[in-house]
């Protein structure tokens, strides 16, 4: 009985090193950023982005971190709007703007504003 209780608690501990291992795992990847600046010239067609081009962030696992709000610069001039997004890794970033459903909302994006935006790989975890 006592080899038994043994052999379970060496499977119990297997089991939770094995969980603390991909855990660990999964928090040593970098995220990535995409940071846009933005100067919206024509606010009612950029609604039609705003609606289009938010949810797209979610199904890429995106999330806002910065959604326009107020700017307050400090070296140089701020841009207009600013939005910075997260993403899990740069490959996942990469995947939702090179996606064709993002492809499609460029000129959607870029008639009623001037955007600017890149991806930048974080820090790991």
């Known amino acids: 009985m006592k080899l038994r209780n043994v052999f379970i608690a060496g499977l119990a501990g297997a089991a939770v090193g094995a969980s603390a291992v991909q855990i660990l795992h999964a928090?040593?990847?970098?995220?990535?950023?995409?940071?846009?600046?933005?100067?919206?010239?024509?606010?009612?067609?950029?609604k039609e982005y705003l609606a289009k081009g938010g949810p797209l962030?979610?199904?890429?696992?995106?999330?806002?971190?910065?959604?326009?709000?107020?700017?307050d610069a400090f070296a140089g001039e701020a841009p207009k709007r600013a939005v910075i997004a997260v993403f899990e890794s740069l490959e996942k970033a990469q995947a939702f703007r090179d996606s064709s459903a993002y492809r499609e909302l460029i000129p959607v994006r870029d008639e009623p504003?001037?955007?600017?935006?890149?991806?930048?790989?974080?820090?790991p975890n």
């Open 27 to 46: 928090q040593s990847k970098a995220p990535a950023y995409l940071v846009a600046e933005i100067d919206v010239t024509n606010p009612d067609l950029y």
């Open 57 to 71: 962030y979610g199904q890429f696992g995106g999330r806002f971190l910065v959604r326009g709000g107020r700017l």
């Open 113 to 123: 504003s001037k955007f600017r935006a890149y991806l930048a790989e974080g820090v």
